[in-house]
């Protein structure tokens, strides 16, 4: 009787030992299924890869928005439409402007990281500068996407934005076309270091050296207006045989017109962005043409590639908007 009963506890042990080992087991496995299924990015912290992802719908979604600078009507464009399709999908959206200081942009996604945020959009200040905080993002598994411009380190889960090099291209072209061939050219580069101001010069300097344009001077104007009249002023001193301004943006454009008003001179002038008074410009004859971008439409399809990527669905790497060349002939058209 005491070998049967000493059987049975042993049995019984050996069962609840069973039974513990597979409910931490199970534990285990809930828990390491929780944290893949939150895991932002497949692979992108060097573990094991991780193919599912937690659904959730655009009216669970709470996302954190990083706008470069709040002092540009392009932004200004990019930031109202993803308000108003947040708005429209019930999605919980916070806004930060960084007022073009990548310190201040730091500062703002490690707030959103401490909200704990479902996603991050992000339009980076500087090329180099954001690396910091998408890092900081990977690692607290939260997906982030650029807009509009590149980073040069973490792992985004798109870039949405123009192909930056393509326009600058296309604005050397616009000045052969419509100035002529052997154009002197003064040139308005942006913020040093941020993406687009790399790679609009990229696309211009490569595609003036094949046409045969000649840039005398390339001087920053930081994407501003203010900036790029009393650039502008400066350059038209020292160059006074220039024939056509590029500026790498409206903003700068604008304020290229400016001077060259001021100064007496004719003088063509090309900018990207496609920005409402641009259009006003080139009818008024003060300016010459733009490269127009959409950075509404650049906002919404980085909102729904958030949304996209929360139903599980395949998400693109490089995320292209269209871009037009606008001059006299089609002014009234891609206004923004």
Same mark, same amino acid.
């Given at each position: 009787?005491?070998?049967?009963?000493?059987?049975?506890?042993?049995?019984?042990?050996?069962?609840?030992?069973?039974?513990?080992?597979?409910?931490?087991?199970?534990?285990?496995?809930?828990?390491?299924?929780?944290?893949?299924?939150?895991?932002?990015?497949?692979?992108?912290?060097?573990?094991?890869?991780?193919?599912?992802?937690?659904?959730?719908?655009?009216?669970?979604?709470?996302?954190?928005?990083?706008?470069?600078?709040?002092?540009?009507?392009?932004?200004?464009?990019?930031?109202?439409?993803?308000?108003?399709?947040?708005?429209?999908?019930?999605?919980?959206?916070?806004?930060?402007? $960084? !007022? &073009? =200081?990548?310190?201040?942009?730091?500062?703002?996604?490690?707030?959103?990281? *401490?909200?704990?945020?479902? #996603? /991050?959009?992000?339009?980076?200040?500087?090329?180099?500068?954001?690396?910091?905080?998408?890092?900081?993002?990977?690692?607290?598994?939260?997906?982030?996407?650029?807009?509009?411009?590149?980073?040069?380190?973490?792992?985004?889960?798109?870039?949405?934005?123009?192909?930056?090099?393509?326009?600058?291209?296309?604005?050397?072209?616009?000045?052969?076309?419509?100035?002529?061939?052997?154009?002197?050219?003064?040139?308005?580069?942006?913020?040093?270091?941020?993406?687009?101001?790399?790679?609009?010069?990229?696309?211009?300097?490569?595609?003036?050296?094949?046409?045969?344009?000649?840039?005398?001077?390339?001087?920053?104007?930081?994407?501003?207006?203010?900036?790029?009249?009393?650039?502008?002023?400066?350059?038209?001193?020292?160059?006074?045989?220039?024939?056509?301004?590029? $500026? !790498? &943006? =409206?903003?700068?454009?604008?304020?290229?017109?400016?001077?060259?008003?001021? *100064?007496?001179?004719?003088? #063509? /002038?090309?900018?990207?962005?496609?920005?409402?008074?641009?259009?006003?410009?080139?009818?008024?004859?003060?300016?010459?043409?733009?490269?127009?971008?959409?950075?509404?439409?650049?906002?919404?399809?980085?909102?729904?590639?958030?949304?996209?990527?929360?139903?599980?669905?395949?998400?693109?790497?490089?995320?292209?908007?269209?871009?037009?060349?606008?001059?006299?002939?089609?002014?009234?058209?891609?206004?923004?």
């Amino acid at each position: 009787m005491s070998f049967v009963a000493n059987g049975n506890r042993r049995v019984e042990y050996e069962i609840s030992k069973k039974l513990t080992f597979a409910l931490v087991a199970t534990l285990a496995v809930s828990t390491l299924t929780a944290c893949s299924l939150y895991t932002g990015i497949p692979g992108r912290d060097g573990k094991e890869k991780v193919e599912e992802v937690a659904h959730k719908k655009a009216n669970e979604l709470n996302i954190g928005v990083s706008i470069s600078t709040m002092n540009n009507p392009y932004f200004v464009s990019m930031n109202n439409a993803i308000k108003s399709m947040a708005k429209e999908k019930n999605t919980k959206l916070t806004v930060s402007d $960084a !007022q &073009n =200081d990548s310190a201040t942009q730091l500062n703002n996604v490690q707030n959103f990281i *401490s909200q704990n945020v479902d #996603a /991050i959009l992000i339009n980076p200040v500087d090329y180099d500068a954001i690396v910091s905080a998408i890092k900081a993002a990977n690692n607290a598994h939260i997906p982030v996407i650029a807009m509009d411009r590149g980073a040069n380190g973490g792992t985004v889960l798109t870039t949405v934005a123009s192909d930056n090099v393509a326009a600058g291209k296309m604005a050397a072209q616009a000045v052969e076309k419509l100035v002529g061939k052997n154009v002197k050219v003064l040139e308005l580069s942006g913020t040093p270091g941020a993406s687009a101001t790399i790679d609009r010069g990229k696309g211009f300097n490569s595609e003036a050296k094949t046409l045969g344009l000649n840039i005398l001077s390339s001087q920053s104007a930081n994407f501003y207006r203010t900036t790029g009249l009393n650039t502008t002023q400066n350059m038209l001193q020292s160059h006074k045989d220039g024939q056509a301004i590029f $500026a !790498q &943006n =409206d903003e700068m454009a604008l304020g290229a017109a400016k001077a060259v008003q001021a *100064s007496g001179q004719k003088i #063509a /002038i090309f900018g990207i962005d496609g920005e409402s008074e641009t259009h006003d410009a080139i009818k008024a004859g003060t300016m010459t043409a733009t490269i127009a971008q959409q950075p509404a439409k650049i906002g919404e399809m980085a909102l729904q590639a958030t949304y996209d990527y929360y139903q599980g669905k395949k998400i693109d790497h490089i995320i292209n908007s269209p871009i037009y060349l606008v001059d006299k002939d089609n002014v009234d058209e891609h206004k923004w």
